[in-house]
């Protein structure tokens, strides 16, 4: 192009050169100059139009991937576009710092998320859900993580929308349907039109509190009979009956029976508070099993010799376990009073043990008239009688059972309960084996 301006130029001025003299020649040099500025100029744009262009390609590219760089500068130092290069490449690093920084809290919110027990949603203005944990989805039995989708499909539970409906922060508890008992708290998002709900599974809270609010009434309840007799018998004593030769020995009786009642039902408690609190030192050790049943039977003699019921022990005198001797015979005292109880007059009980595994299985075994299946498997339950009147009758409190379960499962062992036959029950309980003496 410059060869073609000069060539043309050439020209004109030898034309102009002899057409009109000297002032001719004045205006075509003036022209020439014109020329050659002009030249130079589009030679100049079209030498900068180059690296702006590369410059737009390659801020494109960092636009599109903050992780690049404008590599224009170190080819052209000292030019204009350097500073502007700089403040690209400037922009770029700070776009890709924020992009890593949000990135690192995106982990860390759904690392967090996902490690709380508590299920947590949130949703966007319109109830799309946007964050739903793996709490969350295990309450509502998602597999899914259904990003994106209406917050209705997954909570079919109307009490639950008026909620996330409102603008006010709320709570609410439910029963979702096929999941647990849930406290659901719903609060607005901060800068957001969305809201967030958090999902805490109160199912064991409740049943605790249940369980809590039975004890005490059937702790009041066991107490108040005993406490009523001592009372009115008392009174009707300090009235006169205790001149009475017939009734003041017969209320007298009836005082320390009740006392005695008392005596067992606090001793009983406090030994279940205590196992519940942890306070209980389990000094485990190996221990013969037959030198603790001999002990035990110490306790349950009297009460065996007026029933005439018959103890068999079948217990080899080597067979050791791993337990605590005084938790063993506070067991062993247990499951053979009950079964001197309530086997019928003249009865009989089996006190027998055998190696299972690395275990041994110890049996309370009697010929009375058992337990029917119904109760069965609530006699290890506090407070729980098969026969209320007949328990109360024979001194009990409705707590052995769940003492002896208690302490079993301390020592790592179990225990459980069989009907026998033709009649009676077997009461066991497995410890694991000792054999070191
Ligand atoms: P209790 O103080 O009433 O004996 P336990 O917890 O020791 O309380 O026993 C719970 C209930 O289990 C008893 O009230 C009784 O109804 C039943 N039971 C326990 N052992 C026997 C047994 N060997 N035969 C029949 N019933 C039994």
């Known amino acids: 192009m410059f060869a073609l301006v000069t060539g043309v130029l050439v020209a004109l001025i030898q034309r102009e050169g002899i057409a009109?003299?000297?002032?001719?020649?004045?205006?075509?040099?003036?022209?020439?100059?014109?020329?050659?500025?002009?030249?130079?100029?589009?030679?100049?744009?079209?030498l900068m139009r180059r690296p702006m262009r590369e410059l737009a390609h390659q801020t494109r590219n960092v636009v599109r991937d903050t992780s690049r760089r404008v590599s224009i500068l170190e080819r052209d130092p000292g030019n204009e576009?350097?500073?502007?290069?700089?403040?690209?490449?400037?922009?770029?690093?700070?776009?890709?710092?924020?992009?890593?920084?949000?990135?690192?809290?995106?982990?860390?919110?759904?690392?967090?998320?996902e490690g709380l027990?508590?299920?947590?949603?949130?949703?966007d203005g319109e109830h799309r859900i946007e964050l739903l944990n793996d709490a969350a989805r295990k309450m509502l039995g998602v597999t899914s993580t259904p990003v994106g989708e209406p917050l209705i499909e997954f909570v079919r539970v109307p009490a639950v929308f008026d909620l996330v409906d409102g603008n006010e922060a709320a709570t609410v508890e439910v029963q979702l349907p096929n999941g647990p008992r849930t406290l659901i708290r719903v609060a607005n998002r901060w800068g957001g039109d969305g809201r967030v709900l958090l999902l805490e599974d109160v199912t064991t809270v409740r049943r605790l509190e249940t369980v809590r609010r039975d004890f005490v009434a059937n702790v009041s309840h066991e107490l108040r009979t005993p406490v009523a007799v001592i009372r009115a018998n008392a009174e009707t004593l300090l009235a006169g009956a205790k001149d009475d030769p017939v009734m003041g020995p017969k209320l007298i009786d009836g005082l320390h029976r009740n006392a005695e009642r008392l005596a067992r039902i606090l001793a009983d408690l406090l030994d279940l508070s205590r196992l519940d609190a942890g306070q209980y030192r389990m000094d485990l050790s190996p221990v013969a099993v037959k030198a603790i049943t001999l002990q035990s039977l110490t306790a349950v003699e009297t009460q065996a010799t007026a029933r005439e019921v018959t103890i068999e022990v079948e217990i080899a005198d080597a067979l050791m376990v791993k337990a605590d001797p005084k938790a063993l015979d506070q067991i062993f005292v247990n499951l053979i009073d009950n079964a001197v109880k309530y086997t019928r007059a003249k009865g009989h009980v089996w006190v027998a043990a055998r190696v299972e595994g690395d275990n041994v299985r110890i049996e309370v075994r009697d010929d009375g008239p058992g337990i029917a299946d119904k109760h069965r498997e609530r006699v290890f339950e506090r407070f729980y009688r098969a026969d209320p009147s007949r328990s109360r009758e024979a001194g009990g409190t409705g707590l052995g059972l769940s003492i002896v379960k208690h302490l079993a499962e301390s020592m790592g062992g179990a225990v459980g309960v069989e009907p026998n036959t033709p009649n009676g029950s077997i009461f066991w309980l497995k410890l694991p084996r000792s054999t070191t003496a």
């Open 117 to 123: 027990t508590q299920g947590v949603i949130a949703v």
């Open 20 to 46: 009109m003299g000297s002032g001719g020649q004045v205006f075509a040099l003036a022209l020439g100059a014109f020329v050659l500025a002009l030249v130079a100029g589009l030679v100049t744009m079209e």
């Open 81 to 113: 576009l350097h500073e502007l290069t700089e403040w690209v490449n400037f922009l770029a690093e700070d776009a890709d710092r924020s992009h890593t920084a949000l990135a690192r809290e995106r982990v860390l919110l759904s690392s967090v998320a």
